[in-house]
């Protein structure tokens, strides 16, 4: 069964950080956000934007790779609730509670679902 791994980063102690589906992604201004400028991979790298790309100090900068840490998903919740916060479960939209009632009754689907974690398991099952 293939399961959705998801790993959190902090950097330089301020921003929380993830890597899931082998893409990267920061949490900022209460939002996950792509990491379109390669700025966790820059981090792991040690990547010193001071330095000219051509200077031997440019990449594996001890300093800078250290200041990227991989935090528990509870570290990560206690740095950042609202990270964990948009839970389609907690929906007050009516059309998004009406599609989670019927899939809850099997109204679409194979088979109804007792829980969330019953349809991820069917969904991420490898056949």
Partial sequence: MLKNEITYYLIEGRLLAKEEDKNYYL???????????????????????????????????????????????????NFAPDAFSNNILDSDDEETLKVIEEARNGIGLSKAYTDINELMDDLYDEK
């Fill in 27 to 77: 949490f900022k201004e209460g939002k996950w956000e792509p990491d379109s400028k390669n700025v966790v991979w820059d981090y792991a790298m040690g990547f010193d934007p001071s330095e000219d790309l051509d200077s031997p100090y440019a990449f594996e900068n001890l300093e800078i790779m250290n200041s990227l840490i991989e935090i528990s998903e509870e570290e990560a919740k």
